[in-house]
């Protein structure tokens, strides 16, 4: 499934009523270059939700919870992680067992931690404004660590 979207806000829009359709328990990965609208994707996730709270991306912390909506969203990103012990030291199998729903910025950075189930979106970026939002069939390769 692919989806062209021309602005941040129509990001956010088709997040926000793809949220509605989401199971407890889904699991998101997000794939896409820097300012690509990952951030903006969750954003969209959590007002789907019903979830008021400010989203920013966890970029020193490794996860963000919005608990406001109708379920949690628990919200990663796995840019600045080096090791696959970061993640599973702070209790990722607990994550994954919640009655909410986790989305991952970079998860392609460590896919073989995401669950075979996962929802793959990719971001891919076009001209000015332009995204294609893409449902990937298949979990992508893992992407090189960043400098
Ligand atoms: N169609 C679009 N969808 C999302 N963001 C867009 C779009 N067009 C322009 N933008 C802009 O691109 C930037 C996307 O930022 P965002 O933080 O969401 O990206 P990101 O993929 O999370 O980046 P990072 O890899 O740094 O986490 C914002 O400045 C946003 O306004
Ligand atoms: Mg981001």
Request: some cysteine; charged content about 20%; proline content about 5%.
């Given at each position: 499934m692919e989806h062209q979207v021309a602005s941040a806000e129509e990001t956010m829009a088709f997040a926000q009523q793809l949220a509605g359709q989401l199971q407890v328990g889904t699991v998101i990965g997000l794939v896409g270059d820097l300012?690509?609208?990952?951030t903006h994707f969750v954003k969209g996730l959590a007002r789907g939700l019903g979830s008021?709270?400010?989203?920013s991306s966890p970029t020193f912390t490794l996860v963000h919870e919005y608990s406001d909506?109708?379920?949690p969203l628990y919200h990663f990103d796995f840019y600045r992680v080096d090791h696959a012990q970061e993640i599973e030291g702070i209790g990722w199998d607990e994550y994954l067992d919640e009655a909410g729903i986790v989305v991952v910025e970079w998860a392609d950075r460590f896919p073989a931690l995401?669950?075979?189930?996962t929802?793959?979106?990719?971001i891919s970026i076009g001209e000015g404004d332009a995204r294609t939002l893409?449902?990937?069939k298949q979990a992508p390769q893992p992407a090189a660590n960043h400098p």
């Amino acid at each position: 499934m692919e989806h062209q979207v021309a602005s941040a806000e129509e990001t956010m829009a088709f997040a926000q009523q793809l949220a509605g359709q989401l199971q407890v328990g889904t699991v998101i990965g997000l794939v896409g270059d820097l300012g690509a609208g990952k951030t903006h994707f969750v954003k969209g996730l959590a007002r789907g939700l019903g979830s008021d709270s400010p989203v920013s991306s966890p970029t020193f912390t490794l996860v963000h919870e919005y608990s406001d909506g109708v379920c949690p969203l628990y919200h990663f990103d796995f840019y600045r992680v080096d090791h696959a012990q970061e993640i599973e030291g702070i209790g990722w199998d607990e994550y994954l067992d919640e009655a909410g729903i986790v989305v991952v910025e970079w998860a392609d950075r460590f896919p073989a931690l995401m669950p075979q189930n996962t929802q793959w979106w990719q971001i891919s970026i076009g001209e000015g404004d332009a995204r294609t939002l893409q449902l990937l069939k298949q979990a992508p390769q893992p992407a090189a660590n960043h400098p």
